[in-house]
């Protein structure tokens, strides 16, 4: 695992936003894995603003996104899928049937959780897969405990993470559970980025960093990969 220490999130994102640039120039019909939350929208932001002058950073890319709430339609503002059109997709020259993140309405959630699973084997796997970290530990919403070998499935959210992601939701009312690729599905990547930043990111970096590999912190389970890089901002 190799680390880079950033003064601010500002400095972090534009790292980020080159990292990811930089593997779709080399291999344009890269596979990218893809995370939400508050840290990646910096990056986010970097790539719209690169991506406008030079228009086709993402004609032949393909994505996959990390989770979605069950029980949210893509429309819905606080759908993740909403989330990417409006900090990137809309943006950018991707093809939306490249564009893949899970349907959390779907009235067979397993079979959608198996034809994501097949999606990414038929796109021959993530490239580079980006994560945020959750302060409990979590990537994607493998929450604390999750087996290290789980695949994509449906989960339930801890109250913690319902807390921390209230904001998203008009009526402070998040779903209960969520589609998410599993830790194994996300150790299959060929390169990870995790970004780590944010209020009360700090003890979960320690964790990452020095702390045991554990399935009660499921980041851990990153120490394990063979090519990780951790983009983290002091001021977390
Ligand atoms: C959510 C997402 C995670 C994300 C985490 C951290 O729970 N499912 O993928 O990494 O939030 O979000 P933030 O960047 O807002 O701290």
């Known amino acids: 695992m190799r680390w880079e220490s950033f003064d601010s999130s500002a400095a972090l994102s534009l790292r980020a936003a080159t990292l990811l640039l930089d593997t779709t120039r080399k291999t344009p019909s890269a596979v990218l894995g893809l995370p939400t939350g508050r840290t990646p929208i910096g990056m986010y932001e970097r790539i719209v603003r690169e991506c406008g002058q030079d228009y086709h950073c993402f004609t032949e890319v393909v994505t996959f996104n990390l989770d979605e709430y069950v029980g949210v339609e893509p429309e819905h503002p606080a759908s993740y899928a909403s989330y990417m059109r409006t900090h990137l997709f809309d943006h950018v020259d991707i093809q939306l049937s490249n564009v893949h993140i899970p349907h959390g309405t779907a009235t067979d959630l397993d079979l959608e959780c198996r034809n994501y699973e097949e999606a990414i084997r038929e796109a021959r796997g993530i490239d580079l897969m980006f994560l945020g970290l959750g302060r409990n530990g979590h990537i994607g919403f493998n929450e ?58 700090s003890e979960a970096i320690e964790r990452l960093r020095d702390g045991e590999i554990s399935e009660n912190f499921p980041a851990s389970a990153l120490r394990l990969h063979p090519d990780v890089l951790v983009l983290c901002a002091a001021n977390s």
């Open 144 to 201: 604390p405990g999750t087996p290290f070998n789980a695949r994509t499935r449906v989960v339930e959210l801890t109250e913690s993470t319902r807390r921390a992601n209230a904001a998203w939701f008009e009526d402070g009312n998040v779903p209960s559970h969520a589609i998410t690729m599993g830790i194994e599905t996300i150790l299959d990547s060929r390169r990870i980025i995790l970004l780590a930043a944010g209020d009360g990111k």
